[in-house]
């Protein structure tokens, strides 16, 4: 974790903790409301801090936590009314969803979404067994079952708000999200489009998909810090934060 990305917390929390914002205006609130709920949970309370499990610089916990950093606001905020609603299943996630308003969705999503990608991320190809790799990125017409980077990107580095990256993800998450759409715990997509791919794929090629899928092992999503904190940035109208 850099020294600015320290003190972008500590300034977060001490405006938490004096309610004071005199010291420090923005020319944006409503951005910063996105990092203020990221550091302290909004009003799902401190132990929701979003970053508790998604990581400081939102790169997820590297298993089945994901990364946030740099998804589309679009998919972000469908997958906040997608655990409200039940409709996908997460015991934390449908709680902090419940307690998140429309406002402090759409700002923490787009906090998130400004975040850079991890550099270079790209489907891990040497996990691929031959077999993954032709369904992956070629699909099998003979099931009716479209590649994966026909939705998700030619390199699986996401295709806008109905095509998330699934190179930014790890293996572990991919497959338990493949395992989610074909018991039914996790549904409500566009038009159904994960039901039926994950229902298309056998049970032998589940695990080897969303390996081959996944990011590289060790492609991490630490960048070099900012030149300057993202508050730091607001208090100049040039920038057109
Ligand atoms: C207690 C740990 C925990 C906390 C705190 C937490 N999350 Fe999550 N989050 C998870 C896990 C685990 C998943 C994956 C759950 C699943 O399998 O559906 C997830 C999934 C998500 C997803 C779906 C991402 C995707 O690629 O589909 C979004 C969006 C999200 N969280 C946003 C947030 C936000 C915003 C906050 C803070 C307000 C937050 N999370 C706090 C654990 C947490
Ligand atoms: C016809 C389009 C389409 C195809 C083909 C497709 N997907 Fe998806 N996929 C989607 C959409 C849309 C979503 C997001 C659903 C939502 O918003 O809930 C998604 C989400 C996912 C996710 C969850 C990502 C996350 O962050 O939670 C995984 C994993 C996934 N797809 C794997 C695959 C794999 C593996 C293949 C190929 C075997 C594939 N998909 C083929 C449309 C598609």
């Known amino acids: 974790m850099g020294r600015v990305k320290n003190t972008t917390f500590a300034m977060a929390a001490t405006m938490l903790s004096t309610g004071c914002t005199d010291t420090a205006p923005v020319a944006n609130p409503f951005e910063q409301s996105g990092e203020l709920i990221a550091l302290s949970g909004g009003d799902a309370g401190a132990a929701n801090a979003c970053i508790v499990c998604h990581g400081m610089e939102g ?59 991890p550099p270079g991320a790209a489907a891990n190809r040497q996990a691929c067994t031959a077999a993954a790799r032709q369904l992956v990125f070629s699909g099998d017409p003979s099931r009716d079952l479209p590649a994966c980077t026909a939705c998700h990107g030619r390199d699986l580095a996401g295709a806008g708000a109905a095509g998330p990256p699934l190179a930014w993800q790890t293996a572990a998450y991919n497959e338990s999200q493949l395992r989610a759409w074909r018991s039914g715990r996790r549904y409500g997509d566009p038009q159904g489009a994960m039901g039926e791919v994950s229902r298309l794929l056998h049970e032998r090629e589940l695990r080897a998909v969303a390996a081959c899928a996944a990011r590289l092992p060790d492609a991490t999503h630490r960048r070099e810090p900012r030149a300057a904190s993202l508050l730091e940035h607001r208090h100049d109208p040039r920038n057109g934060a």
């Not at 590297?62 to 946030?68: D, F, K, R, V």
């Not at 679009?74 to 449908?94: D, I, K, N, S």
């Open 59 to 117: 790169e997820g916990d590297g298993e089945l936590t994901p990364q946030l950093a740099g998804l589309d606001p679009g998919y972000f905020v469908r997958q906040l009314e997608l655990y409200e609603a039940g409709q996908r299943r997460h015991p934390e996630m449908e709680a902090i969803a419940a307690r998140l308003s429309w406002d402090a969705r759409n700002a923490v999503a787009s906090y998130y979404a400004e975040m850079e990608p």
